[in-house]
């Protein structure tokens, strides 16, 4: 298994560009979740979602938006990209209900500037 | 509203030192409390966990102990070693149906 996979691994864009991320898991996981981490704010919820189809809010959805068109892909869309989005992004999953045992597996990671 | 605080970093211990970690929370109801460390370059992977008050998780020679009295897991280690130079997070599983709410992070560097 590759558990959760990001791609890309780095990117450059300049500002008002944009793009998309995305996140994959082979774990037939039905939740999954965008962080960004910045120096100091520790790890912030982006959007996510409790199954295919489905999408929700988090912390600071604003400027993102995100799709669950199959199961196992996750995507993060960045559609006018601004210097405050520089940061590390994080995509994770976790099955499904079990509150009290919930697990989530992290990818490695995709680094984002933003001239 | 639920948060988790973790003590400010960095931290910074020489090897076999022994290693705490403050966190605390704010949460209604019985929340699920974890721990998560951060290596270098890397993901976040779960280290700890514990699902009720008085239950103590432990992994890797770390432990944490869920103290609903106090609000607080806190985590230990007896012994530290240079490979656990790592960035450490506290979160907390609210009940209910919603996301994992983290700390800000504590780095821990540890010298030979």
């Known amino acids: 298994n590759a558990g959760v996979t990001q791609t890309p691994k780095f990117r450059v864009l300049k500002t008002g560009q944009s793009m998309t991320l995305l996140c994959a898991q082979d774990?037939?996981?039905?939740?999954m979740y965008w962080y960004r981490q910045d120096p100091g704010m520790g790890l912030r919820l982006i959007h996510y979602?409790?199954?295919?189809?489905?999408?929700a809010k988090g912390e600071v959805p604003d400027g993102y938006n995100v799709s669950r068109l199959k199961k196992q892909n996750f995507l993060l869309g960045l559609e006018s990209a601004a210097p405050s989005q520089t940061s590390v992004y994080f995509c994770?999953?976790?099955?499904?209900?079990?509150?009290?045992?919930?697990?989530?597996?992290f990818g490695p990671g995709t680094r984002l500037l933003v001239l | 509203g639920n948060s988790v605080t973790q003590m400010e970093g960095p931290v910074t211990l020489s090897e076999e030192a022994f290693l705490t970690i403050n966190c605390t929370y704010t949460?209604?109801?019985?929340?699920?409390l974890f721990w998560y460390v951060q290596y270098p370059g890397e993901g976040l992977q779960l280290l700890l966990k514990?699902?009720?008050?008085?239950d103590k998780g432990s992994n890797k020679g770390f432990e944490a102990t869920y103290r609903k009295e106090t609000t607080s897991f806190h985590l230990e280690k007896g012994s530290v070693q240079v490979s656990d130079s790592a960035v450490y997070f506290c979160?907390?599983?609210?009940?209910?149906?919603?996301?994992?709410?983290f700390g800000k992070g504590t780095r821990l560097s540890v010298i030979a």
């Open positions: 774990m037939n996981h039905e939740y």
């Open positions: 949460a209604t109801g019985y929340p699920s």
């Open positions: 979602s409790v199954g295919e189809g489905t999408t």
């Open positions: 514990a699902t009720k008050a008085d």
């Open positions: 994770a999953s976790s099955y499904k209900g079990l509150a009290d045992q919930e697990t989530q597996y």
């Open positions: 979160a907390l599983l609210p009940s209910g149906n919603t996301p994992l709410v």
